[in-house]
T-cell receptor, first 114, second 114 residues
Framework: DTAVSQTPKYLVTQMGNDKSIKCEQNLGHDTMYWYKQDSKKFLKIMFS???????INETVPNRFSPKSPDKAHLNLHINSLELGDSAVYFCASSQVRGAGNTIYFGEGSWLTVV | GQQLNQSPQSMFIQEGEDVSMNCTSSSIFNTWLWYKQDPGEGPVLLIA?????ELTSNGRLTAQFGITRKDSFLNISASIPSDVGIYFC??????????????FGKGTHLIIQP
């Protein structure tokens, strides 16, 4: 079973559309994250949630809105998509909010805005 | 934002050679992690380091958490073709009520010539 799974894996959409990426983890972890990887492969955190509570909200456009219905799910909704939103978005999770716990990543969602 | 300096940016080596890469930071981290990313996949955890000075091995991989807590290295011995990929260092720190997400290096692209 995939520990951190996200859908869709590939998404091609037009500018101005609204889209969502879903993420689920079956590891029983308390904390979930969204990371963005740009064309130069640089990974940067966008959001983190702990037990459905928003903990980290980096400087991202407010067109990006995470939603956590329960601690096993963290979805990312993007409004009014722009060309610059094209990237790979990774969901991740960790057990507790403690420095000794590692973070596990999903396989990524490749978003292309045309 | 905070960044880790990872080097080298890329490596072209012969199969069987040893590989060494490192990360440095201007600030202290509580945890150092090394990930590998294959094309079309998410980062996969290779080694996690939790204590300053810690030296940990995972098969042909060896990583160390620097004494100053501001650096880490990863060595791969006797490289094989499947070692090809992008290797990322990542640091995590504990601040206030919980750990931040990961701060990533820019990656080391490893290319192996048979």
């Amino acid at each position: 079973d995939t520990a951190v799974s996200q859908t869709p894996k590939y998404l091609v959409t037009q500018m101005g559309n609204d889209k969502s990426i879903k993420c689920e983890q079956n590891l029983g972890h308390d904390t979930m994250y969204w990371y963005k990887q740009d064309s130069k492969k640089f990974l940067k955190i966008m959001f983190s949630y702990n037990n459905k509570e928003l903990i980290i909200n980096e400087t991202v456009p407010n067109r990006f809105s995470p939603k956590s219905p329960d601690k096993a799910h963290l979805n990312l909704h993007i409004n009014s998509l722009e060309l610059g939103d094209s990237a790979v978005y990774f969901c991740a999770s960790s057990q507790v909010r403690g420095a000794g716990n590692t973070i596990y990543f999903g396989e990524g969602s490749w978003l292309t805005v045309v | 934002g905070q960044q880790l300096n990872q080097s080298p940016q890329s490596m072209f080596i012969q199969e069987g050679e040893d590989v060494s890469m490192n990360c440095t930071s201007s600030s202290i981290f509580n945890t150092w992690l090394w990930y590998k990313q294959d094309p079309g996949e998410g980062p996969v955890l290779l080694i996690a380091l939790y204590k300053a000075g810690e030296l940990t091995s995972n098969g042909r991989l060896t990583a160390q958490f620097g004494i100053t807590r501001k650096d880490s290295f990863l060595n791969i011995s006797a490289s094989i073709p499947s070692d090809v990929g992008i290797y990322f260092c990542a640091g995590r720190k504990y601040s206030g009520g919980g750990a931040d997400g990961l701060t990533f290096g820019k990656g080391t692209h490893l290319i192996i010539q048979p």
